[in-house]
């Protein structure tokens, strides 16, 4: 955020090292503050997108596990509530940053139910301020996109409460794709429904450099590779 959007890739490499370095710039959950979503699939299902640093790409490979899904159940139970919990903190601290904020983990220190202290000087928040850094956040529900079926999914949420009640409590949005058809089912009112696709092809750029080079804000999704095809 403080980098000049027209720097060399030598310069903008200097800058990176030196903020490494730099004990006076310590926002860590910047990167955190937009992910919009988290597939959990196969690589190559994601290979070749832009996502604008959004994701939290998970691995996971449907052929190399078994009619129940231990494997995806393990995977879940660590990617749903540690992944869906950083993008709630976000989301209840830009809707009610008073009641259901949480501080920036490196700024302060919780103090009960209460708010948290900030360790840095007085002005820059002062005692017991709730709320994460208001300034990085979105509100925007986290959607997993998981390489199941949905008779796999349903089994895994009816085994596991703590992944069912994230789901059916509509606390992130689900969608299954199928490992044999990539069709895509969104979980809603209890069910699995086909999902319409709202565009045919997505914008494509030569590389990811040339899709955000420029751009500080968010951008579209896009392919990445072959001829550019549309504008941002």
């Given at each position: 955020?403080?980098?000049?959007?027209?720097?060399?890739?030598?310069?903008?490499?200097?800058?990176?090292?030196?903020?490494?370095?730099?004990?006076?710039?310590?926002?860590?959950?910047?990167?955190?503050?937009?992910?919009?979503?988290?597939?959990?699939?196969?690589?190559?299902?994601?290979?070749?997108?832009?996502?604008?640093?959004?994701?939290?790409?998970?691995?996971?490979?449907?052929?190399?596990?078994?009619?129940?899904?231990?494997?995806?159940?393990?995977?879940?139970q660590a990617?749903?509530?540690?992944?869906?919990?950083?993008?709630?903190?976000?989301?209840?601290?830009?809707?009610?940053?008073?009641?259901?904020?949480?501080?920036?983990?490196?700024?302060?220190?919780?103090?009960?139910?209460?708010?948290?202290d900030e360790?840095?000087?007085?002005?820059?928040?002062?005692?017991?301020?709730?709320?994460?850094?208001?300034?990085?956040?979105?509100?925007?529900?986290?959607?997993?996109?998981?390489?199941?079926?949905?008779?796999?999914?349903?089994?895994?949420?009816?085994?596991?409460?703590?992944?069912?009640?994230?789901?059916?409590?509509?606390?992130?949005?689900?969608?299954?794709?199928?490992?044999?058809?990539?069709?895509?089912?969104?979980?809603?009112?209890?069910?699995?429904?086909?999902?319409?696709?709202?565009?045919?092809?997505?914008?494509?750029?030569?590389?990811?450099?040339?899709?955000y080079r420029?751009?500080?804000?968010?951008?579209?999704?896009?392919?990445?590779?072959?001829?550019?095809?549309?504008?941002?």
């Amino acid at each position: 955020m403080s980098a000049p959007l027209g720097m060399s890739f030598a310069a903008a490499r200097q800058h990176v090292e030196a903020r490494s370095e730099d004990l006076a710039q310590t926002r860590p959950e910047l990167g955190h503050a937009t992910n919009a979503l988290c597939p959990v699939g196969r690589r190559e299902r994601t290979r070749g997108l832009f996502l604008d640093r959004r994701a939290f790409l998970t691995t996971y490979d449907p052929t190399q596990d078994d009619a129940e899904g231990t494997v995806l159940t393990r995977i879940l139970q660590a990617a749903v509530p540690v992944c869906a919990g950083i993008s709630l903190e976000y989301y209840f601290s830009r809707v009610d940053i008073r009641r259901l904020g949480v501080r920036d983990e490196a700024a302060a220190q919780r103090r009960g139910a209460l708010g948290g202290d900030e360790r840095g000087p007085p002005a820059t928040c002062g005692p017991a301020c709730p709320g994460r850094w208001w300034r990085s956040t979105s509100p925007c529900a986290l959607l997993f996109i998981i390489e199941t079926t949905p008779e796999t999914m349903l089994r895994i949420m009816d085994r596991n409460p703590g992944i069912g009640q994230v789901f059916r409590n509509d606390w992130s949005v689900l969608a299954v794709q199928d490992p044999e058809s990539s069709a895509l089912q969104v979980f809603r009112d209890g069910a699995f429904h086909p999902y319409q696709p709202e565009a045919e092809q997505l914008p494509r750029a030569v590389s990811s450099v040339d899709w955000y080079r420029g751009w500080r804000d968010h951008l579209e999704f896009a392919e990445v590779g072959g001829q550019a095809r549309n504008q941002k």
